[in-house]
């Protein structure tokens, strides 16, 4: 029996269904429908569909692994890219927007663990290439890409201080994190690699 192979229009469909959160935010923009502070508003949507971007990249190990699925692994750098690519929208709509540019110290820890975050992330996204790949050698891309599990966990904590109060929906994220985690430790131990 022949394994079935992913559909040819899977990169694409994901590719342009990556685009549908952007396109309905600016949507709603310019429609006046983010409420009475649609900045905010829109920076805490781009902070969330950021996130759930960088947990969906995770996943696809986890899912190879318990299912045997291979076509998740082709999905787990754009995946990936467009976690970074929206973590960028959320951080320069808090610059650009929220600050306008006024960049001055904050007492705000969330602030300072979601930045932390981010720049954890472009390294990641600099080194994602093949070519990346081919300059820095596997053993060093592969200890460099380890950070893939380090910035969602401080942007799981970003998120959590950001909401303060209902702490529902951010507690969700940890516990998925968590299961990815368990699995990459499994998989480097079979592998005789110390993380």
């Known amino acids: 029996m022949q394994r079935a192979r992913p559909l040819p229009r899977l990169k694409p469909g994901v590719f342009v269904g990556s685009l549908v959160p952007l396109v309905a935010i600016l949507w709603r923009a310019a429609d006046g429908e983010l409420g009475a ?32 699925w291979t076509w998740p692994i082709r999905l787990r750098r754009m995946l990936g890219l467009f976690g970074f690519f929206y973590a960028v929208l959320h951080v320069g709509t808090y610059a650009g927007l929220d600050q ?12 300072y663990v ?15 290439t093949s070519g990346a790949l081919k300059r820095l050698g596997y053993a060093r891309w592969k200890r460099l890409h380890r950070l893939t599990y380090v910035a969602p966990i401080l942007a799981v904590i970003h998120f959590t201080w950001r909401v303060k109060k209902d702490v529902r929906e951010p507690v969700a994220y940890p516990v998925v994190l968590a299961a990815q985690l368990r699995e990459a430790l499994s998989v480097w131990r079979g592998a005789g690699v110390s993380p």
Do not use: E, Y
Request: net charge positive.
């Open 114 to 128: 979601g930045f932390t975050a981010f720049v954890l992330l472009m390294p990641l996204a600099a080194t994602s």
């Open 37 to 68: 502070n649609p900045i905010a508003q829109a920076l805490n949507q781009l902070g969330l569909v950021a996130l759930v971007f960088l947990v969906a990249a995770l996943a696809c190990t986890p899912l190879k692994s318990a299912f045997g």
């Open 100 to 111: 306008a540019l006024d960049w001055h110290l904050t007492k705000r820890r969330f602030i």
